[in-house]
């Protein structure tokens, strides 16, 4: 046996550099192990498509499904830190397996402050900022003159803000505001239930949908304008045609 085990340091010392070699049976079995477990992958991806392929296809594994992905889903947002551009990527693909299982922002039907009704599915085909907020928050009040600014720059480009406000005093409290920050974008007031619909526990709280109806950013808490701008012109950017492009690019884009 002692031969055997010489015999395999012997041949794993010549596949690797002596400087970074240190002979041992158990590492020698360990690799023998890894070589084994490369043969077994091919068979690994077909499990992994059959899947796939059944999570898509029936209904009660796509609940399973939904119900095991989506605190990772909550997961993996709590980890996802800087650099911005790789912050906005791993929310996109997040996002994109989220949106693909089924995960797509509830519509909600509201009335603005004209008392028009409107819905969130109205809008679908635009890029959209979905903003929860109320009068009574310092921080939400911060974030106001960025969407008026967003809404005006990009309003003509398949863009928009919705703002649904919180407010338990409903337009008493919020019309005033509408009127002092000069609110060029949609506004409704929200109850409870919606905002259990979409896990609202503190504000702000914004989502951007892209114009597939999928969620690719969601936002808790106060967010820096430019983080904001990148990502919107993000969106808009990655939905528009090679000529579209040029043409928009003195604008900014």
Known sequence: MEENNQWVDD????????EEWQPHVTTAFARFEDRRTQRRFPRAILVAIV???????FPAPRAFAQRMIAPCVEACESLVMNPPGM?????????????WMGF???????TDVSGANFQLSDYQGKVILLNFWATWCKPCEGEIPWFVEFQREHGNQGFTVIGVSLDEDGWKAVR?????QKINYRVGIGDNALAQKYGVDSLPKSLLIDRDGRILVKHVGITSKSQYEREIVRALWAELSQAERDRLRPQGL
């Open 11 to 18: 041949r794993l010392a010549k596949l690797t550099p002596e």
């Open 104 to 110: 797509a922002p509830p519509d909600f039907a509201l």
């Open 176 to 180: 005033p505001v509408i009127e002092s």
């Open 51 to 57: 899947a796939l392929v059944c999570v898509a296809t």
């Open 87 to 99: 912050h906005y990527l791993l929310h996109r693909m997040i996002w994109t397996v989220h949106g």
